[in-house]
Nanobody
Framework: QVQLVESGGGLVQPGESLRLSCVVSGIIFGINDMAWYRQAPGQQRELVASSSGGGGVARYADAVKGRFTISRDYSANTLYLQMDTLKTEDTAVYYC???????????WGQGIQVTVSS
C-alpha cells in the first residue's frame, strides 16, 4: 500500500521560512516523478515544484522560483520543499504527489496547511 505522509506546515509571518516533508512508503522511491502542489481557497490545485525520477531534475512554478527548493533524501524516502521568503499569497494547502513509474498512477498525500500572515 502506497502512502505519502506530509509534515512541516504551520503559521508563519511574511518573509519567514518553512520546510515541508513527505515520507513515502510502499513503493520504490527513487525512480518515480514527484511533485508538490498547492490549493488555495476557491482556486484550482496548482503545481508548485517537481522532481524527476532517476535524476531528480527540479522545475518550479514562476511564482516560487528563487524562493522554494525541492529536494529528495533517497536514504529516507523523503521529498522536501524548502520555502523561503514566504508571502501571504503562498497560503494554501500543500499536497505531495507521486506518479508511479511503471503504471503512471498518481498518489497523493493528505495535504498540509501553510498559512502566511502577519
Amino acid at each position: 500500500q502506497v502512502q505519502l505522509v506530509e509534515s512541516g506546515g504551520g503559521l508563519v509571518q511574511p518573509g519567514e521560512s518553512l520546510r515541508l516533508s513527505c515520507v513515502v512508503s510502499g513503493i520504490i522511491f527513487g525512480i518515480n516523478d514527484m511533485a508538490w502542489y498547492r490549493q488555495a481557497p476557491g482556486q484550482q490545485r496548482e503545481l508548485v515544484a517537481s522532481s524527476s525520477g532517476g535524476g531528480g531534475v527540479a522545475r518550479y512554478a514562476d511564482a516560487v522560483k528563487g524562493r522554494f527548493t525541492i529536494s529528495r533524501d533517497y536514504s529516507a524516502n523523503t521529498l522536501y520543499l524548502q520555502m523561503d521568503t514566504l508571502k501571504t499569497e503562498d497560503t494554501a494547502v500543500y499536497y505531495c504527489n507521486l506518479r508511479a513509474y511503471y503504471t503512471d498512477r498518481d498518489y497523493w498525500g493528505q495535504g498540509i496547511q501553510v498559512t502566511v500572515s502577519s
